[in-house]
């Protein structure tokens, strides 16, 4: 009895060891285990664009050149767009483009006179997500004839009489002629508001010395003596002027004062 007790505790033992194997440790467990593992997250490397300079290149085209740097380099001779945004249809617009050089871009436009917000941008290139540069606000000063914006008034004493030279004959709306009779004088106001500078060539056709004048309002800022048929330039900076006036008056003439100008203006409208 006593040894068949000892053979079935025997057996018993062999059962329990087939049917629980001892668990294998967690680093077998994470080498061969077949369950799928979570996706990892993959973030799409950046490539970087600014605008390093803005300017007026020619005042009297209206060319504006920007240069832009890329970072890294886009492949050579990617199109690279110039926007700018348009207040009145809140949107965005492609004005100009150029191709990248290594991680440098230059494009160049030609606008209207202006003061707008300019953006440079970048398209996808792999593994490059595409680029847009910050904003950046720029005035843009161009050179437009005095008189585009027609006289706001004019004025004087002897028949005074200023005309502008007709559109068809002065596209540049720059060319008038001043008049007056002896001992008098001869004025014309224009907006000048978004202007910084005045420049005005004078053609004295009076008998005699005349005295030609740049006011901010009525408030005189600089004149210029002139003799019997001679020419000569009157500049000056008028940044703030809101109200320009030009005017001729008589010194000393025969039958008063006669001067021809071409006026023009550099603005931002």
Known sequence: MRAARLLVGLLTLVVAGCAAPAAPANSSLSLGSTAAAAPASVTTPARTAKIT??????????VITVVGTLTPAPAAGTRIPLHQWIPAQKRWQEIAHGFSTGSSVTIT???????????IAVAAQAPYAAGISPMISFKHYVWRGIFKKGLLATGG?????FTVVPP??????????????????VWGDVDSTGCRYSRNWLGNLTDGTVRVSLHNGTTAMTSVRMKQETE????????GVTRLRLQVADI?????????VDSLLLCTN
């Open 53 to 62: 300079s803005i300017r007026t290149t020619d005042a009297t085209r209206g």
């Open 109 to 119: 436009t030609v606008q209207p006179g202006s003061v707008r917000t300019y953006r």
């Open 157 to 161: 004493v002897g028949q005074p009489q």
């Open 168 to 185: 068809k004959e002065g596209p540049r709306r720059a060319e008038a002629d001043l008049l007056a009779n002896q001992g008098g004088y």
């Open 232 to 239: 000569t330039w009157l500049n000056h900076d008028i940044t």
């Open 252 to 260: 000393q003439s025969g039958y008063g004062p006669y001067v021809s």
